[in-house]
């Protein structure tokens, strides 16, 4: 459910904060390159492996979000 993809993002962004490589309000986010996506997209080891992550920035990762009306 959502809120098991909820608990893996903030998993995953605990992750690379505890790295340094974000901050709280530096306006990045941590995206999941291999993404968890709709109604079929399954947490997973693959999905939430620390190389399947990257930091990028807000903007970058509402461009790549689907189209939302």
Not at 8 to 26: I, P
Not at 35 to 64: H, Q, W
């Amino acid at each position: 459910g959502h809120r098991a993809k909820q608990a893996a993002r903030m998993r995953a962004r605990r992750l690379m904060e505890k790295e340094g490589r974000v901050h709280k309000n530096d306006g990045k986010e941590v995206d999941h390159k291999k993404f968890l996506g709709g109604k079929g997209g399954k947490l997973n080891k693959e999905t939430e492996a620390k190389s399947n992550l990257r930091v990028i920035s807000k903007e970058a990762n509402r461009r790549k979000q689907p189209k939302r009306k």
